[in-house]
């Protein structure tokens, strides 16, 4: 394996296309990959920014005033943790008054008295009625007064039956109301509670015990330092888009150790994503995921990081060069004498260095081309 790494430098890149040649020729890498040889050039990323991959800002889920911190500032929380507690007066009336109407509703549903007598007369109707049939048969109802006032007693009792069912059925229909209604209470009681929604750490709070806060607005914010995130610039004129997005990335910076010597440490990550637009002097801003670790032990309930947002770092991206393996095609050529499809890019061979004076010879006619376009 051949690596030798091009430091990029926003104010260095590009002056003239002479130095981006030299820049340009001086990096060959070779990588093994499954499936035949995979070309890599490694690049020095420029203005790295370290963030945090989670940033909350946890809102009041209901409004209240302040009334109580659970977790102070800056310190480590876990999910579905207390952070702070709210108060509502107004809720809390609510509350009392839905458990009030549930309890009365309960009562009425759970009261079966009148049910059971309506359900008694109409069975004691039916028995006199049958008793007066076993004894004189079937008798004309138009010309025997009491088994008409026997029938008529029946459809009273039935009737009275039918509506004291209909109300005790109305009674547990209003019971399940309340029930529901306090269930929305207690809901809205319980979002007075606000909890964690990732494990983290408290970085800031955005209200004082006795604030007023109402439902939506952020109350204070929590991070997650388990993964980071890091906003870099590559040179777009060293890669394209396609050859950066997925590529890993080193990333290196240096600690004081116990007797005060520099100590570098090591992360690794991944390129997620590419931004599509340029930047001023031909630059791409990338986004890398890095997994962070924790350093030492534990101490009173407080892990450390080894890497934190605002640290100075050094970051290499090992990006995929333009070679295309001979096994797969060659649309563009590359393996061939033909130039790369880089604009103005020399030709040049893979696992190959150009010599001195042919690259001299480079520069000069790139000059030359460049004076005849102003001529032009």
Known sequence: MIRLAVNVRPASLPITSACFW????????ADQGKGGRVNRIEVQASQCVVRYGAE????????????????????????????????NDRLTRRRKTAIERLRLARTQAEDTTTLDHAEAALADANEELRRYRSRFGEPDSLGNPTFRALTLAVSQAQRQYDQT??????AEQRCRVRESELAAIETDCQALQLRSP???I???????????????QAIAKIVSPEHLTIDALVAQQVTGRAHCQGCPVSIRWDVPNNEGNPQTRRLDGIVKSVDPQW??????????????QLVGNEHDGIADWILYPGQDIRMTVAVMSPTIHRSKGDP????????????????IRPGTMPSRASLQAEIRLSRNRRRSEILR
């Open 22 to 29: 030299m820049l340009f020729a001086s990096v060959v890498v």
């Open 56 to 87: 909350v800002d946890l809102p009041a889920l209901s409004d209240g005033v302040v009334a109580q911190w659970a977790v102070g500032r800056n310190q480590v929380v876990v999910k579905n943790q207390v952070i702070v507690n709210l108060t």
């Open 165 to 170: 069912l209909a109300e005790h059925a109305e």
């Open 198 to 200: 990732i494990d983290g």
């Open 202 to 216: 408290l970085v800031d709070v955005y209200r004082d015990s006795g604030e007023w806060v109402e439902r939506g």
């Open 279 to 292: 930047l001023p002097g031909g630059y791409r801003r990338i986004h890398v995921d890095v997994a962070n």
């Open 332 to 347: 563009y050529r590359t393996m061939s004498n033909a130039p790369i499809p880089l604009t103005g890019q020399p030709a």
